[in-house]
């Protein structure tokens, strides 16, 4: 299926609905304004294979220009709205993006990314302009509503951050098929979630975020519609699901911290029975929580683990995460196997390298190297994605560890490697390490421990500077909490920093590292 399907079978049905304001697009204005941008694309210049990018917060016109992309065989990657102009930059460029798609909300950082990027892109605005900037809307509003000519399925290119503390971009090859053509990711979640035309799927999570990017399209892949909220806020949630009968939605554990935490009065306040499925992903749960989240909202959760390279994907309903607690679900698709580190397969119940064997290939854009680690040195077939697991005897899997000391704090991804290369450089800092620590709210947090350069200047000034020192070079998510300080790191002698034995003092020798 596909949106244009919907359109001429029900063109007044809602595609999407933004929750706050109630603004509704419809399939046949989304299909009509998708093909609008498509031709838009045609018109400067852009071919298939070509890459744009989509600095924007949750608005109206995200999916619009992602069917656009779509239809028109072109990679589109999303850029986080919370990145500093810098690192929204580092990835519009590296993406090889010739087409930059903002809106007024975010002009401050929107107009310094067009003043960085080396780039010479075209750059359009949405809900008004800037100088310098196009308007979106005026360069599309004369255009054919009819698709161009040479229609052909797109794809996305998200991006995750590497060993070097880069953004990697994850390119999968297009297909070269017709747009109404289903994928592998829909061929799982269709009959996993039971989507159809019927589901009312509530998104409250930014859309630039792989999950609820690839979901949204999805449901309108299947005739659903979507209510997209602006911004996460837990009681505001709550009374989305009674507003708009919700039947199914997808959260990240911390958002189900917060739920957890409203007072009984507000928990109980609305009707939540039209609600038939949750998802959670990002992370898994912390077991209390998600306890307690089946108990209040029944066993309609669903937990899946996967990454955004597409390489597997493991799944588990309520009933199936009882009989197994802690799991994040087993093999829907990709066969899991646990190897050591000579990529040797290792027995049920023991813990190593998760690898996928499946047929999906992948790249990092413009890292071999990196994509070379990801693959198995005996098996061509075999990729991972860092992480470490095991399996038990049903098959279900659990994570016991972060890939690459990754940090999920709230469900984004933080990769402490950039945050460590820029306090090493701070004139009072002589060595330091970037680790996750516990959080009760958000799983983990940032936290730096640092080797001072005189140990007389440790304490809260110093702690301060550094985070301010932090708080003016990167994003928000990317800065420590807080700075704990050290007389010496744990390295070995060639240099290497022992950094399990950092996060041992602060989680403690436990069978995991999963809060």
């Not at 992370?283 to 996967?306: D, L, R, S, V």
């Not at 909490?481 to 790191?489: A, M, Q, R």
Request: charged fraction near 25%; glycine fraction near 6%; hydrophobic fraction near 35%.
């Amino acid at each position: 299926m596909h949106p244009y399907i919907h359109a001429k079978k029900n063109p007044d049905k809602p595609a999407l609905i933004m929750a706050s304001t109630g603004k509704i697009t419809t399939y046949k204005e989304l299909d009509e304004r998708s093909n609008q941008i498509a031709h838009l694309f045609r018109q400067k210049g852009l071919n298939v294979g070509d890459s744009i990018s989509i600095f924007m917060e949750n608005n109206s016109r995200f999916l619009e220009i992602c069917w656009a992309a779509q239809r028109s065989g072109l990679y589109f990657t999303p850029i986080s709205s919370k990145l500093t102009a810098n690192e929204a930059r580092y990835i519009h460029d590296d993406c090889n993006s010739k087409f930059l798609i903002s809106s007024k909300y975010l002009k401050k950082v929107a107009n310094e990314i067009f003043t960085l990027t080396s780039n010479n892109s075209l750059h359009y605005m949405v809900d008004g302009v800037e100088n310098g900037w196009a308007s979106f809307e005026e360069a599309i509003k004369d255009l054919p509503k009819t698709p161009v000519n040479d229609q052909e399925m797109g794809q996305d290119m998200l991006y995750s951050s590497g060993t070097t503390g880069k953004p990697k971009g994850i390119r999968v090859p297009l297909k070269h098929i017709p747009i109404d053509q289903s994928d592998a990711l829909m061929s799982v979640i269709a009959p996993l979630y039971d989507i159809n035309e019927d589901t009312k799927y509530l998104s409250p999570a930014p859309l630039y975020h792989a999950a609820p990017l690839r979901f949204t399209m999805r449901v309108n892949y299947l005739g659903g519609t979507n209510i997209i909220m602006e911004n996460f806020d837990a009681e505001t949630s709550l009374s989305y699901i009674e507003k708009y009968k919700i039947n199914m939605s997808q959260w990240v554990p911390t958002m189900f911290v917060r739920m957890c935490k409203l007072p009984e009065s507000v928990r109980t306040k609305y009707d939540l029975s039209s609600h038939e499925c949750a998802i959670h992903a990002a992370a898994p749960c912390p077991i209390e929580i998600k306890k307690i989240m089946i108990k209040w909202w029944g066993k309609i959760i669903n937990e899946f683990y996967a990454g955004s390279e597409g390489n597997g994907f493991f799944a588990c309903n309520s009933e199936e995460w009882l009989n197994h607690i802690g799991t994040v679900g087993k093999p829907i698709f990709g066969i899991p196997h646990i190897c050591d580190e000579e990529g040797n397969e290792l027995p049920i119940g023991a813990e190593g390298t998760i690898w996928f064997e499946s047929d999906i290939e992948f790249t990092y854009h413009n890292d071999e190297k990196k994509t070379l680690e990801t693959r198995h040195p005996k098996y061509k077939k075999w990729t991972t994605l860092g992480d470490i697991g095991k399996l038990d005897e049903d098959n279900y899997l659990y994570l016991t560890d972060r890939k690459a000391f990754m940090i999920i704090s709230g469900g984004v991804n933080i990769y402490p490697q950039e945050t460590e290369d820029l306090i090493i450089t701070h004139p009072k800092v002589f060595d330091c390490a970037v680790i996750g620590a516990p959080n009760q709210e958000f799983g983990e947090e940032v936290k730096a421990i640092v080797q001072p350069v005189s140990w007389n200047e440790k304490g809260k000034d110093l702690e301060e500077e550094i985070i301010n020192f932090c708080k003016e070079n990167l994003s928000s998510i990317k800065c420590p909490k807080t700075v704990d300080f050290e007389k010496e790191l744990p390295r070995h002698p060639t240099g290497k920093l022992y950094k399990r034995l950092l996060k041992d003092r602060y989680w403690g020798k436990k069978d995991t590292k999963i809060v």
